[in-house]
């Protein structure tokens, strides 16, 4: 498995020669130092819910463009989707399957509480390995959280209740996501404080710049 990530809470997962993307939303694309292009085709899209900083139409119309592929997600999302002119396919909760080569589930979890209305938010599990949880730190405990794609700064975040998260699910690796709202020195320290709580407790903190590869 080899696991990039691209701005904000996008994360694109690479097996057995399959790419599945998981929320490319405004945020990664929004100061051009990113395109829809640079990542390139993909087999599978699954998206977690729908905020703009993880659904974006136009950056998934581009991608179609380079090659069609299988969009995830739930019916909170598809009215979306469907406006937007594309199709789309729901796994229940609990459920999984077999998504253009990739072993999908879905699990429940909660947006976090926020101060506008709270959308349907789904966790997924990727190959049972890689669980990324949308806006989310309220899922059932896995025995297969090798990977963890943990929000580290939110509106709705406190840090201390993302380091407990992980603590809980106990992964072999916390990647940090939704944290592009946090920039330099600021997300440095961020980082600093996860990646000394974290290993003290023998996960591995591995932040993922532009370009940069994961492969396990």
């Excluded at 292009?37 to 998206?47: L, M, R, T």
């Excluded at 349907?120 to 390995?129: D, E, G, P, Q, S």
């Amino acid at each position: 498995m080899v696991i990039r990530k691209f701005f904000h809470s996008c994360i694109l997962i690479e097996e057995a020669g399959k790419r599945l993307l998981i929320d490319p939303g405004t945020f990664s694309f929004i100061d051009g130092t990113l395109k829809p292009e640079n990542i390139g085709p993909v087999d599978a899209v699954v998206i977690t819910h729908k905020h703009g900083d993880h659904y974006n139409p136009e950056a998934l119309k581009i991608l179609y463009g380079l090659k069609p592929f299988t969009i995830i997600s739930n019916p909170d999302v598809g009215e979306m989707l469907v406006r937007d002119g594309f199709q789309y396919e729901t796994i229940p909760s609990g459920e999984e399957r077999n998504i253009q080569g990739f072993l999908i589930k879905a699990l429940i979890a909660p947006h976090e509480l926020i101060p506008t209305e709270i959308p349907n938010n789904t966790a997924y599990l990727i190959n049972n390995r890689l669980l990324h949880s949308g806006d989310s730190l309220t899922v059932p405990s896995l025995d297969n959280c090798e990977i963890l794609a943990l929000p580290v700064a939110a509106p709705w975040l406190k840090l201390v209740e993302a380091i407990e998260f992980a603590y809980r699910l106990h992964p072999k690796i916390v990647v940090p996501v939704h944290d592009w709202i946090i920039k330099d020195f600021m997300l440095e320290r961020i980082y600093a404080m996860c990646k000394s709580k974290l290993e003290a407790r023998g996960i591995d903190f591995k932040p993922l710049m532009l370009g940069e590869e994961l492969i396990l």
